[in-house]
């Protein structure tokens, strides 16, 4: 069951320029995005540097302002003002941020961090508070002398970790995760990601999980969105995604994450190359006379390409 569905979503910024200050153009940062968000699922969205992945997800928490579309929640739209900042949507819906030193307050302590959604949604004593921001504490690994500090006494990874405990400390529905392993070493994206997938499957939350890394993407969703300059271009299970590719510019993103193994290393730039020039040659195909994304074309009922319809069987 769906609790959650953006409609359309746009948002548009404008140019200025000219003597008079006048609007002159728009970026079309998010141009036209649909999604179903189920209970318990993970819904990656990737994209290159600039694709709107990040306004996506501050648009849907109400971050961005949104130029049109709708955000149906259980039942109800709740895009732009008529929802009240105490509404069951913002304690629903959380977010973490791409990068965790600025999106923590540097002046509190991780006591007053953590405990600053559930005073935003609940009434607790002191003496519970204490209590869930241990609790809190324990489910992301941290210890207990952690409430006392400040942000910049965390390394990264840490700070990542409290980033997620204050997601979580209203029991969402949802976290928009950006990027949230990105400025972290190899090893400590492990011990965040692992977090994550077990509080997860604790809660039943399910994760828009934001990153331009389709390793990380894979290892984490179940359904996949691939965005181009504020457009899908394709979205499907994961299996349909890297198995079955069929956007050119899918295609291209996986023909270039990287494999360890040395000897299909050859085979693998052998592979690029081709998919490269299979690019050069067909992209006339996948874009209209403006570069533009086509619309979403269903193959299957959860596999969808942008693509035109005559071009449907060629493919
Ligand atoms: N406040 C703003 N005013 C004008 N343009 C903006 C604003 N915020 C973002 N943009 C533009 O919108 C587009 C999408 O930006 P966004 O931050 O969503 O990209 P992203 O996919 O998250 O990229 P990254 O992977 O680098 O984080 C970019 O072209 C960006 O320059
Ligand atoms: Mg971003």
New binding site residues.
């Given amino acids: 069951m769906s609790f959650l569905e953006i409609k359309d979503l746009k948002?548009h910024?404008?140019?200025r320029g000219g003597f008079f200050n006048t609007v002159v153009d728009h970026?079309y940062?998010?141009d036209g995005v649909n999604m179903i968000i189920e209970q318990g699922k993970t819904y990656g969205l990737v994209?290159?540097?600039?694709?709107?992945?990040?306004?996506?997800?501050?648009a849907i928490i109400g971050l961005?302002k949104i130029t049109s579309g709708e955000i149906i929640y259980e039942g109800k739209n709740v895009a732009g003002k008529n929802r009240g900042r105490r509404s069951a949507f913002n304690k629903d819906v959380q977010m973490i941020f791409?990068d965790s030193m600025s999106s923590l307050n540097p002046r509190k302590r991780v006591r007053d961090l953590i405990a600053e959604p559930i005073r935003n949604f609940q009434r607790l004593s002191d003496q519970e508070e204490r209590k869930r921001v241990l609790e809190l504490l324990d489910i992301v690994g941290m210890p207990e002398d952690a409430m006392y500090k400040y942000p910049h006494e965390f390394s990264g990874g840490q700070r990542q970790r409290l980033g997620v405990a204050r997601a979580v400390a209203c029991n969402p529905k949802l976290i928009i995760a950006?990027?949230p392993v990105s400025a972290l070493d190899l090893s400590v994206q492990a011990q965040v990601l692992n977090f994550m997938k077990n509080i997860q499957q604790q809660y039943g939350l399910s994760y828009l999980f934001?990153s331009?890394d389709l390793g990380v993407v894979r290892h984490m969703c179940d359904y996949i969105s691939i965005?181009y300059k504020?457009r899908f271009v394709e979205t499907g299970t994961r299996e349909e995604i890297y198995s079955n590719p069929k956007h050119i510019y899918t295609q291209r993103l996986i023909s270039a994450i990287p494999n360890i193994n040395p000897l299909v290393r050859e085979e693998n730039k052998s592979n690029r190359r081709a998919v490269d020039a299979f690019y050069r040659e067909n992209e006339h195909l996948y874009f209209d006379e403006n570069g533009k994304v086509y619309d979403l074309n269903p193959l299957t009922k959860t596999h969808h390409v942008a693509i035109k319809e005559s071009i449907k069987g060629a493919i």
């Avoid at 994209?47 to 501050?58: H, R, V």
């Fill in positions: 948002v910024y404008p140019i970026v940062a998010v994209g290159e540097s600039g694709s709107g992945k990040s306004t996506t997800g501050k961005e791409q950006d990027e934001i331009h965005m504020g």
